[in-house]
């Protein structure tokens, strides 16, 4: 049974994406709003809705979300949709039909609606895989852009979805990424205003979209004071209204303190009064300040953020204002100054501007020279220290230990006494069949006075018998201590707990390795196998000796993978001298294999590369 979430297409799900851009530059401002949302959302379902608003607001009047249930059932799969719906359980039975059918196809699926009916329906498979199925679905109409624009950005929006579901964990790194170029942007943006005043709007409002938040407010540095001079989403203000005022105080509080100011106040904070005031009154649930400063300590002025919503009270919210503020500080000093200066300090500017673009250009070259020139790559890996061989002290024979002597990690030397069965039962045994081998004698030598030549065969087969059992109960008799086979540490093994218990025959009581001769097991992760063979050098640290790194050479790498922590490795070997003892067997450290040269371009960045081919291609 399908189910139908309808979203409201009056909400505001991606702050400043409520205009539709134009046919021309529709495909970059939506690969600019995916990248954005991709890097905003860290929620599944926050993600799915934003990308079915920006489609929304972009290209086409309805987007669905089409997902299968458990096992990929699509008798029970589930519509979320932004837009107007057609009604009834036709439409969502048609509608699962062609994502149930673009999914098994692993391609697009366009058809319509009816035969005589010029809407359309658009379904796009997100899933590639077998077990879940997940289509992005679009209804098309004559009002919306042509079939090869919804298409594009159909696909497009999938493949961001894509991307950020198989990609998640590498979310905190896009985000910084995005904030930075965001940054950089807007302070390119600030300096081409003619005014401080445009400056400041700009900078309230680009900052309300990118963080979508409630309210954006900016304040300039005045020779008289503080001055409130710009809000996100307002053209011009009355100063007098209680929201202003309340507002004006907030950044004065911030400015005289100049340090940040936030509501709720962080635990190193007093309870700021204005900002509480402005909280409360106003039914904000974050409310936080920061003094605008340039790097060189020159207050500009102050910005307040304030949210009806939880999207501030995050450290990715509060690290971008931190990190943006003494950048758009220094933008915004630069558009005052520029506001002052003559013409023919224009044309000195223009001049610097120019020398500025040189400038740029040599680093740009110093840059490049960097990333061509050949450097060794790296290869960074876990290691393990395990001994050369490896043997074991068994039970010579089923019994009872009667004690153990030795523990895991206790150092032994050849023939050391490691446990003792127990020969009270064995020699019981003896006894009884040395009593019987007299009797069965003397039995011989009655038989034979009486000439009874078939019982006398028979019995000496009986001692035959007695004298083999007799023979096994002296060997053991002469087993009963257990002792180590070679000079080494206990690996593993401990009778304390298991004395006077049974044991088999062959058992292993104790698993001995040698001190003298171990090996390091380094773990390279599959993802660099192709760098990485033997004869390379290696730099090793072992836990606790980390400043006398061993260096030695990898001796031989094996032609097999193996599971180790939840990680494929392959294993490389590298010989280590103990001959000090200093070393035990199951120390863990790290590694560091010196790879072949390639550029230092390709070693910093041919992962991510590499990640992306592997993604993008199907």
Same mark, same amino acid.
């Given at each position: 049974?399908?189910?139908? *979430? ?113 809407? #359309? ?5 997100? *899933? ?37 579901? /198989? ?77 202003? /005022? ?178 009270? #039962? ?20 009655? #038989? ?25 109960? *002296? ?35 104790? #698993? ?68 000090? *003892? ?37």
């Amino acid at each position: 049974m399908a189910t139908i *979430s309808p979203t409201p297409t009056s909400g505001n799900a991606l702050s400043g994406l409520s205009t539709r851009p134009s046919p021309a530059d529709t495909m970059t401002s939506l690969h600019t709003r995916l990248l954005r949302a991709t890097g905003e959302f860290a929620d599944a379902d926050e993600l799915a809705k934003s990308i079915r608003r920006i489609l929304v607001d972009s290209v086409v009047s309805t987007v669905l979300h089409v997902q299968a249930g458990e096992r990929n059932d699509w008798d029970s799969a589930t519509i979320q949709a932004t837009g107007d719906l057609p009604e009834g359980r036709a439409f969502s039975d048609q509608v699962i039909a062609a994502a149930r059918a673009a999914h098994a196809r692993k391609r697009t699926q366009v058809q319509r609606l009816a035969e005589k009916d010029p809407i #359309e329906l658009i379904c796009v498979p997100v *899933s590639r895989d077998s077990e879940s199925g997940s289509v992005l679905a679009a209804i098309r109409d004559r009002s919306d852009a042509n079939l090869a624009t919804v298409l594009q950005a159909l696909e497009l929006a999938a493949e961001y979805e894509r991307l950020w579901s /198989r990609g998640n964990d590498s979310s905190a790194a896009q985000w910084k990424l995005n904030s930075l170029a965001a940054i950089i942007e807007l302070v390119s943006k600030i300096e081409d205003q003619s005014s401080i005043e445009e400056a400041a709007f700009l900078l309230a409002n680009e900052t309300a979209r990118y963080l979508d938040c409630t309210r954006v407010a900016v304040a300039i540095a005045r020779p008289n004071g503080l001055r409130l001079t710009a809000i996100s989403g307002m053209n011009s203000f009355d100063r007098q209204s209680e929201t202003i /005022r309340a507002m004006q105080d907030a950044v004065v509080e911030c400015h005289s303190k100049n340090a940040e100011i936030s509501w709720p106040p962080q635990e190193s904070q007093t309870s700021p009064l204005a900002h509480r005031l402005l909280a409360e009154k106003y039914n904000f649930r974050i409310a936080f300040s920061l003094p605008l400063s340039t790097p060189d300590g020159n207050l500009v002025g102050a910005w307040l953020f304030s949210d009806r919503d939880d999207r501030l009270d995050s450290d990715r919210m509060r690290s971008f204002a931190r990190a943006a503020s003494p950048r758009f500080a220094n933008a915004m000093k630069t558009v005052a100054a520029s506001r002052s200066r003559s013409s023919w300090y224009h044309s000195a500017s223009k001049a610097l501007l120019s020398r500025r673009g040189w400038i740029a250009l040599a680093g740009m070259i110093l840059c490049a020279t960097l990333l061509a020139t050949p450097m060794s790559y790296r290869v960074r890996c876990e290691c393990v220290i395990e001994p050369v061989e490896r043997r074991y002290a068994v039970a010579p024979f089923a019994g009872i230990i009667e004690e153990g002597y030795a523990e895991a990690g206790d150092l032994v030397g050849k023939n050391t006494l490691l446990a003792r069965m127990d020969g009270r #039962e064995l020699g019981l045994e003896l006894s009884a069949a040395r009593a019987k081998r007299g009797q069965t004698v003397k039995q011989r030598d009655v #038989e034979l006075s009486e000439q009874s030549i078939s019982d006398v065969v028979i019995t000496q087969l009986e001692m035959k018998r007695i004298d083999t059992r007799l023979a096994l109960l *002296s060997h053991r008799a002469d087993h009963l201590e257990i002792r180590s086979p070679i000079d080494g540490v206990v690996l593993r093994g401990s009778l304390e707990k298991s004395q006077s218990a049974p044991v088999e025959i062959g058992q292993v009581l104790y #698993e001995i390795g040698p001190l003298e001769n171990l090996v390091i097991e380094v773990e390279i992760p599959s993802d660099e196998m192709a760098q990485v063979k033997a004869g390379q050098a290696v730099r090793i640290w072992i836990e606790g000796f980390e400043r006398e790194p061993i260096d030695g050479i990898l001796e031989e790498v094996l032609p097999e993978s193996e599971q180790r922590d939840q990680r494929n490795v392959f294993i490389a070997k590298v010989h280590l001298d103990n001959t000090d *003892s200093r070393f035990r067997p199951g120390m863990r450290g790290s590694a560091r294999i010196t790879g072949p040269r390639h550029h230092l371009a390709w070693n910093l960045f041919h992962k991510p590369w590499e990640f992306l081919l592997s993604r993008l291609t199907w």
